[in-house]
């Protein structure tokens, strides 16, 4: 089984640009989260999206957004980056309705804001 | 609210030696609890998770954890490490209500030859 996917790996952009990432969860999972990964801030929770819908959001700006196609893939979006965006960005897919169920996770996607 | 705290950011053992990274949580319910490891530029990939079956979980890479709810910790631990257990290792909960983790600062671990 394929795991989850992120796309691209590395991306280079300038302040005020925007970025879509991209993410493919492990086939069967219908549960999506997105994490930001910092030197100084550690693993933060963006969101997670479940049948399309967000269904939890953490706390960051509104510049950061994201949605849910019917197929599970997901992709987020950051508007007018900033250079303090600059981070791993960590996909994860999950089941849902099983108890303890955990997250399985992509290689990241590693945007640098210049 | 649910959350995990990590002892020490960084821990260095020699190979062969005792492998101790520690975690507390806080939940006011029965928690559920993983253990995740990270290599360099990669994603974090399962080490064992907490199931209410048993205290003491076994994961992959000779690693176990054990639950003990009087001290609301969740140490991780592998009685001999190797060269190839240098990572980074994270303490998460999940949420009762999603699937949100709450992850520790992380544990940088390495092992002296």
């Known amino acids: 089984k394929a795991g989850v996917t992120q796309t691209p790996r590395y991306l280079i952009k300038t302040r005020g640009q925007q970025v879509t990432l991209s993410c493919s969860p492990i086939s069967g999972h219908r549960s999506v989260s997105w994490y930001q990964q910092t030197p100084g801030q550690g693993l933060q929770f963006l969101f997670e999206?479940?049948?399309?819908?967000?269904?939890n959001k953490g706390n960051f700006p509104g510049r950061f957004s994201g949605r849910q196609f019917s197929n599970s893939r997901s992709e987020m979006n950051v508007s007018t980056l900033e250079l303090g965006d600059s981070a791993l960005y960590l996909c994860?897919?999950?089941?849902?309705?099983?108890?303890?169920?955990?997250?399985?996770f992509g290689q990241g996607t590693r945007l640098t804001v210049v | 609210a649910q959350s995990v705290t990590q002892l020490g950011s960084h821990v260095s053992v020699s190979e062969g030696a005792l492998v101790l990274l520690r975690c507390n949580y806080s939940s006011s319910v029965p928690p559920y609890l993983f253990w995740y490891v990270q290599y360099p530029n990669q994603g974090l990939q399962l080490l064992l998770k907490y199931t209410s079956a048993a205290t003491l979980v076994k994961g992959i890479n000779g690693f176990e954890a054990e639950f003990k709810k009087s001290e609301t910790s969740f140490h991780l631990t592998k009685p001999s490490a190797h060269m190839s257990d240098a990572a980074e290792y994270f303490c998460a909960v999940r949420s009762n209500t999603g699937n949100q983790f709450y992850f520790g600062t992380g544990t940088s671990l390495t092992v002296i030859p």
């Open positions: 999206y479940f049948s399309e819908t967000q269904r």
């Open positions: 994860a897919s999950s089941l849902v309705g099983e108890e303890n169920t955990e997250a399985f």
